[in-house]
């Protein structure tokens, strides 16, 4: 087996309160070789502490954009830049545990060319579920998916997605905001690329604590659902 790598790129946007507690978690599995910190346009002091953090730490590079675009901007903007055969997103909140990387990377190393998806819904994981309504949206969501591309997927909107870079580089990508996740699980599905889902913990954040995703994020997927879809042969 070819030995394999990882690089975790962080969007950042506004994320002062919670940046530097997401980044030493990245920092504490010691499984990646960079993180990739990509600071949105933030007007807080997410960039200063983002730079303090690459200070310290060599395996860190900063990045920012030059407008704010949306998360998936940002998230390509980060993959020009990756140099390991495997990338992961991993959000500068902290809904998502690296913890869960861990178990993700070693999946990988069996199966390289696969997509490993995080799953909040698969398995036995610790879970904490602020909103219902957005618990239940993603579960319709994620079945019409399933029942749309005839391949099951438990969790489409979740945003540990761990893939190949050759493979992520063969997708030309569209989406800027919360849609990207959605349109590589439909490329990849599109060529062939097997989807492994891993369950991982969640800890869902309130509005006031600074969760970003609202009701037209969701009617947007399932508008982008049909776009990306094997039924879309022009996508």
Do not use: W
């Not at 901007?73 to 913890?99: C, M, R, W």
């Amino acid at each position: 087996m070819k030995d394999i790598n990882l690089t975790a790129i962080v969007p950042i946007f506004n994320e002062e309160k919670y940046l530097f507690d997401s980044v030493t978690r990245l920092q504490k599995t010691n499984i990646f070789n960079e993180i990739i910190l990509i600071d949105n346009c933030s007007t807080d002091e997410s960039f200063a502490i983002a730079q303090n953090l690459k200070e310290k730490d060599s395996s860190i590079s900063v990045l920012q954009t030059n407008t704010n675009s949306g998360k998936a901007s940002a998230v390509q903007l980060g993959l020009n830049f990756v140099k390991t055969s495997h990338v992961i997103t991993h959000d500068a909140d902290l809904e998502y545990f690296p913890e869960d990387i861990v178990e993700m990377f070693e999946v990988a190393k069996m199966h390289p060319n696969d997509l490993i998806l995080g799953s909040r819904i698969i398995g036995n994981k610790e879970r904490k579920k602020v909103y219902f309504t957005t618990y239940f949206g993603n579960r319709i969501l994620s079945i019409m998916f399933s029942f749309i591309n005839r391949y099951k997927v438990s969790d489409i909107s979740t945003c540990y997605q761990m893939y190949s870079l050759k493979n992520i580089q063969k997708l030309s990508l569209n989406e800027k905001g919360f849609g990207m996740e959605l349109e590589v699980l439909s490329k990849f599905i599109k060529l062939g690329i097997e989807i492994i889902e891993v369950p991982i913990k969640y800890e869902g954040r309130s509005y006031s604590e600074g969760k970003k995703i609202k009701l037209s994020d969701a009617l947007n997927i399932a508008f982008k659902m049909i776009k990306y879809s094997k039924l879309n042969l022009f996508s």
